[in-house]
């Protein structure tokens, strides 16, 4: 089993700045890519942000790209999503993602509410 804890979601004025993380642990054996998405209310969950194992390629919705930056760890098992220049539109719940042989698995999700 794979499991995906994210934090560091919360309320923030428009403007400002967040960081989460996402914490991976569990059967792990393989190297892996991570990605954030994210899922308003009334929307279809969407994808935010990818970031591959040495971390040397990532990739961005357009809608967050300048704005957004993913990074992982030394230990490549917590990834994070720096989040800058918050917009009312970008309130949603997060949700880290991973597939490892086949297999998706998703965190809980982290709310993140920015007020206008």
């Known amino acids: 089993q794979v499991q995906l804890v994210e934090s560091g979601g919360g309320l923030v004025q428009a403007g400002g700045s967040l960081r989460l993380s996402c914490a991976a642990s569990?059967?792990?054996?393989?190297?892996?890519?991570m990605a954030w998405f994210r899922q308003a209310p009334g929307k279809e969950r969407e994808f935010v942000a990818s970031?591959?194992?040495?971390?040397?390629?990532?990739s961005y919705a357009d809608s967050v790209k300048g704005r957004f930056t993913i990074s992982r760890s030394d230990a490549k098992t917590t990834v994070y999503l720096q989040m800058n220049s918050l917009k009312p539109e970008d309130t949603a719940v997060y949700y880290c993602?991973?597939?490892?042989?086949?297999?998706?698995?998703w965190g809980q999700g982290t709310q993140v509410t920015v007020s206008s």
């Open positions: 993602k991973t597939n490892i042989r086949g297999n998706d698995y």
């Open positions: 970031i591959n194992w040495s971390g040397g390629i990532t």
């Open positions: 569990g059967r792990i054996f393989s190297p892996y890519t």
